[in-house]
């Protein structure tokens, strides 16, 4: 083995959706690039061990030994961990964290972060997202709009495959879209029959980075729908899959995994960052990267412990946190809680393989006709699917009977908004610690009237939508979410034109240290209805491309 590289062009802290796509764009403008990333490594195909097992070689079945429930005592809080994709998750017990307010922190400890566990739903905001602080009053104004980042979209799109269906919603722009993943029959009822009740309302197919057409080095989705195991076809976008052998094709790539970020090094005479100092979570030992520019892709609490852990002279408080921004206006959508359905007829039919996506409803309360007491608003996602037979008999006749599928069903979930609180902020705890002696964070976060005014409007209205559709015996399933539970945390490192209102600036660059740049969660302003993670990966592929600029006319 060659001496191991300290000094580079570049450092990226996080190999998730962002942090990955961000090292390939630095990578393919030239820039030898590190990319740091606190889990262990995982191999694109021959990492993903359980990926084409059956279910009955599964020892439990899919479910954790108590012994692994205590170890993942938060992560079992989301009903995403199971026997077959455990290995991905992070150990709560060496990660602990301090519940001011209940807060579902989920985490996972693998070169590529939550891109192997991510529910690929990619949709493009609209200028209604982007305006909707200026047009309400009720948080900081955007410094961006749709039009400054409708071709990154394009770009990234392009490069990671969406399939879905054009449909000219103002509200929600079209992307470049791969064939859709089409509704199946009762999906397709609920869209005849609620958009003839509902003009204002769609239902589309979902919009989901999962290839219906091979892309190089990538096959298109064999409808398995076991995605969370990592997919050896390459078939939805991930760190492994996509960014990363674009990013090592360059050779400018290093990726140094078990690398545990800790602090930004700040230099108080040039006033820029000049490295990150990571802890070896194997051996706790401290080790600094240099570099000339910095990009932050931990998530948005990740990097919101970093930028509050990068003390200084200048900077008693945290990076960039002389006016007490960083760690606040924390947001997750929330969920509703679901509401379930059965339909008679279509016995005759069936679905082909196991379509990893549904239908979408995109947002329609809060304009045009549909105005409701609370603002903003939410979506609804689901799908439908042939029900189990009702199990009767012994022997023979039940095995039979189990071989037949039941009644067709259709469950639905609403997804909305959830306004930027000052007070929905986490902070370092002063005394408890990790693993490796670093703070943890405290979380302090709920959700407020609005966003339950928004639930409880969610559940009658999807009733209401069912109904329209012919379905019965309709059912209330599970309470309203807590925030983290929906996976989408945004903020904590916003962005906006005030320096003393905002971290970033418009091009996801830090007012105060110019050569760092922050691209995942944290930077968002408002959280929107639709999941984020095309934004993030819009502005990601932005920010990058004006680093690199900047670097060039030495700006930074």
């Given at each position: 083995?060659?001496?191991?590289?300290?000094s580079?062009?570049?450092?990226?802290?996080g190999?998730?959706?962002t942090?990955?796509?961000?090292?390939?764009?630095?990578?393919?403008?030239g820039?030898k690039?590190i990319?740091?990333e606190?889990?262990?490594?995982?191999?694109?195909?021959s990492?993903y061990h359980?990926?084409t097992q059956?279910p009955?070689?599964?020892?439990?079945?899919?479910?954790l030994?108590?012994?692994?429930?205590?170890?993942?005592?938060?992560?079992?809080?989301?009903?995403?961990?199971k026997?077959e994709?455990?290995?991905?998750?992070?150990?709560?017990?060496?990660?602990?964290?301090h519940?001011?307010?209940?807060y579902?922190?989920?985490?996972?400890d693998?070169?590529g972060?939550r891109?192997?566990l991510?529910?690929?739903?990619?949709?493009?905001?609209?200028?209604?997202?982007?305006?909707?602080?200026?047009?309400?009053?009720?948080?900081?104004?955007?410094p961006?709009?749709?039009k400054?980042?409708?071709?990154?979209?394009?770009?990234?799109?392009?490069?990671?495959g969406?399939?879905g269906?054009?449909?000219?919603?103002?509200?929600?722009p079209?992307?470049?879209f791969?064939q859709a993943?089409?509704?199946?029959?009762i999906?397709?009822v609920?869209?005849?029959?609620v958009?003839?009740?509902?003009?204002?309302?769609?239902?589309i197919?979902?919009?989901?980075?999962?290839?219906?057409?091979?892309?190089?080095?990538?096959?298109?989705?064999q409808?398995?729908n076991?995605?969370?195991?990592?997919c050896p076809?390459?078939?939805?976008?991930s760190t492994?899959?996509?960014?990363?052998?674009?990013?090592?094709?360059?050779?400018?790539?290093?990726?140094?995994?078990?690398?545990?970020?800790?602090?930004?090094i700040?230099?108080?005479?040039?006033?820029?960052?000049?490295?990150?100092?990571?802890?070896?979570?194997?051996?706790?030992?401290?080790y600094?990267y240099?570099?000339k520019?910095?990009?932050i892709n931990?998530?948005?609490l990740?990097s919101?412990?970093?930028?509050?852990?990068?003390k200084?002279?200048?900077?008693?408080?945290?990076?960039g946190?002389?006016?007490d921004i960083?760690g606040?206006?924390?947001?997750?959508?929330?969920?509703?809680?679901?509401?379930?359905?059965?339909?008679?007829?279509?016995?005759?039919k069936?679905?082909f393989?196991?379509k990893?996506?549904?239908?979408?409803?995109?947002?329609?309360?809060?304009?045009?006709?549909e105005?409701?007491?609370?603002?903003?608003?939410y979506?609804?996602?689901?799908?439908?699917v042939r029900?189990?037979q009702?199990?009767?008999?012994?022997?023979?006749?039940l095995?039979?009977?189990?071989?037949?599928?039941g009644?067709?069903?259709?469950?639905m979930n609403a997804?909305?908004e959830c306004?930027?609180?000052?007070?929905?902020?986490?902070?370092l705890?002063p005394?408890?610690k990790?693993k490796?002696?670093?703070?943890?964070?405290?979380?302090?976060?709920?959700?407020?009237?609005n966003e339950?005014?928004m639930?409880?409007d969610?559940?009658?209205t999807?009733?209401e939508?069912?109904?329209?559709?012919?379905?019965?015996d309709i059912?209330?399933?599970?309470?309203m979410?807590?925030?983290?539970?929906?996976?989408h945390?945004m903020g904590?490192i916003?962005?906006?034109?005030?320096?003393?209102?905002?971290?970033?600036?418009?091009?996801?660059?830090?007012?105060e240290?110019?050569?760092?740049?922050?691209?995942?969660?944290?930077?968002?302003?408002s959280s929107?209805?639709?999941n984020?993670?095309?934004?993030?990966?819009a502005?990601?592929a932005?920010?990058a491309d004006?680093?690199?600029?900047?670097?060039?006319?030495?700006?930074?």
């Amino acid at each position: 083995m060659g001496q191991e590289r300290f000094s580079f062009d570049a450092i990226v802290v996080g190999s998730g959706i962002t942090g990955g796509l961000a090292a390939k764009e630095l990578c393919e403008k030239g820039l030898k690039t590190i990319l740091l990333e606190r889990g262990r490594d995982l191999e694109h195909v021959s990492g993903y061990h359980t990926a084409t097992q059956a279910p009955w070689e599964f020892p439990h079945r899919s479910a954790l030994t108590p012994e692994e429930k205590n170890i993942h005592k938060i992560q079992t809080r989301h009903f995403s961990i199971k026997e077959e994709n455990k290995h991905l998750y992070v150990n709560d017990l060496e990660n602990p964290y301090h519940e001011v307010q209940r807060y579902d922190w989920i985490r996972a400890d693998v070169l590529g972060g939550r891109s192997m566990l991510w529910g690929r739903m990619s949709f493009r905001w609209s200028d209604h997202d982007f305006e909707a602080n200026a047009k309400d009053g009720l948080g900081l104004d955007w410094p961006i709009r749709y039009k400054d980042i409708a071709s990154w979209y394009e770009y990234v799109e392009r490069f990671v495959g969406i399939s879905g269906q054009a449909a000219g919603i103002p509200t929600l722009p079209d992307s470049i879209f791969q064939q859709a993943m089409p509704l199946n029959c009762i999906e397709d009822v609920l869209k005849q029959n609620v958009e003839k009740a509902f003009p204002q309302r769609h239902v589309i197919p979902g919009r989901v980075a999962n290839l219906t057409s091979p892309l190089t080095g990538r096959s298109s989705c064999q409808y398995r729908n076991l995605c969370d195991r990592g997919c050896p076809y390459g078939a939805y976008f991930s760190t492994q899959s996509s960014t990363l052998p674009a990013a090592k094709a360059t050779g400018n790539l290093t990726v140094r995994t078990n690398a545990l970020a800790n602090r930004i090094i700040y230099d108080e005479n040039s006033r820029k960052a000049v490295g990150v100092e990571i802890i070896d979570t194997n051996t706790g030992q401290t080790y600094e990267y240099k570099a000339k520019v910095i990009f932050i892709n931990a998530a948005a609490l990740g990097s919101a412990f970093l930028m509050l852990n990068s003390k200084s002279a200048s900077f008693p408080n945290g990076l960039g946190n002389n006016y007490d921004i960083v760690g606040r206006y924390l947001m997750d959508h929330h969920r509703s809680g679901g509401v379930n359905g059965t339909f008679d007829g279509f016995e005759d039919k069936y679905y082909f393989g196991r379509k990893p996506t549904g239908f979408f409803i995109p947002r329609f309360v809060n304009y045009n006709d549909e105005k409701r007491d609370y603002v903003r608003g939410y979506n609804c996602q689901g799908n439908g699917v042939r029900g189990k037979q009702k199990a009767e008999g012994i022997g023979a006749d039940l095995k039979n009977l189990m071989t037949e599928p039941g009644r067709w069903q259709i469950g639905m979930n609403a997804y909305g908004e959830c306004l930027p609180y000052a007070e929905n902020h986490v902070t370092l705890h002063p005394t408890l610690k990790d693993k490796w002696g670093r703070p943890a964070l405290s979380m302090d976060c709920s959700f407020k009237d609005n966003e339950r005014k928004m639930r409880d409007d969610s559940i009658v209205t999807m009733q209401e939508m069912l109904e329209a559709a012919g379905a019965r015996d309709i059912k209330v399933v599970g309470e309203m979410s807590v925030p983290g539970n929906a996976n989408h945390e945004m903020g904590t490192i916003r962005m906006g034109n005030d320096p003393k209102q905002s971290v970033l600036d418009k091009w996801n660059r830090m007012h105060e240290v110019q050569n760092v740049y922050v691209t995942d969660g944290s930077c968002m302003t408002s959280s929107a209805s639709v999941n984020p993670s095309l934004t993030y990966m819009a502005l990601t592929a932005r920010a990058a491309d004006h680093a690199v600029r900047s670097l060039k006319k030495r700006d930074i």
